[in-house]
């Protein structure tokens, strides 16, 4: 199925990955960066508090994603992920797993919110997710592609050949941010 990403004239997903890693690629990649030097406990703090390290103020800063959730539910969040047993977890999936059961009944605390602090953990833990998380904008860049219609991700495997070159975190982040722009050829 040839896809297509319409951004005023029609451009192939070829050219829209291309676009992600020249324009968006290094800043999720610098974002999850900041948590491999720390310890565990400062891990689950900032993910907890939805920060990354932000090099423009050399301070930690509220991810934009989690700018609208109450400090309240990210303090309860980050109490809760303190009491799971967060590094036995041996893959990304098992981590994402464990966040979610910890963190997902917490009012205010959604789907991408698990997703992200699943993320910045993992990159601390140095887990690595081997599919594509569905939640939020990620979920609606899926649909508009013809995937993942009511599942919860897509294998790797399954995903179209442009999109292969991506690691899922990064398909996750493309998928999110074009979502506006992705159709299918024809639609």
């Known amino acids: 199925m040839e896809l297509a990403i319409i951004m005023g004239s029609a451009h192939s997903l070829d ?10 690629a290094t800043r999720l990649q610098a974002q999850l960066a900041s948590y491999k030097h ?3 406990a400062e891990a689950i ?6 920060e990354y390290f932000s090099e423009k103020s050399s301070r930690w800063v509220r991810h934009d994603h989690q700018r609208r959730l109450k400090r309240a539910s990210l303090k309860a969040a980050v109490e809760r992920l303190r ?14 797993l464990v966040v979610q059961d910890s963190i997902a009944s ?5 789907e991408l ?22 939640h939020s904008g990620t979920k ?7 995937m993942g219609v009511g599942a919860p991700w897509i294998d790797q495997n399954r995903l179209p050949e442009p999109l292969q070159s991506l690691l899922p975190r990064e398909v996750e982040d493309l998928l999110c941010i074009y979502k506006d722009h992705l159709t299918r050829k024809g639609d």
């Open 113 to 134: 919110m698990v997703y992200d602090t699943s993320l910045r953990i993992g990159a601390h833990l140095g887990l690595e997710a081997d599919r594509v998380y569905l």
């Open 83 to 96: 009491s799971a047993h967060l590094s036995n977890c041996a893959s990304f999936h098992e981590l994402f």
């Open 15 to 24: 050219v829209i990955v291309q676009m992600y890693k020249r324009c968006n």
């Open 106 to 110: 917490i009012p205010g605390i959604g």
């Open 140 to 146: 609606e860049g899926a649909r508009r592609l013809g």
């Open 45 to 50: 703090l900032h993910a907890g508090m939805a």
């Open 38 to 40: 720390l310890i565990l």
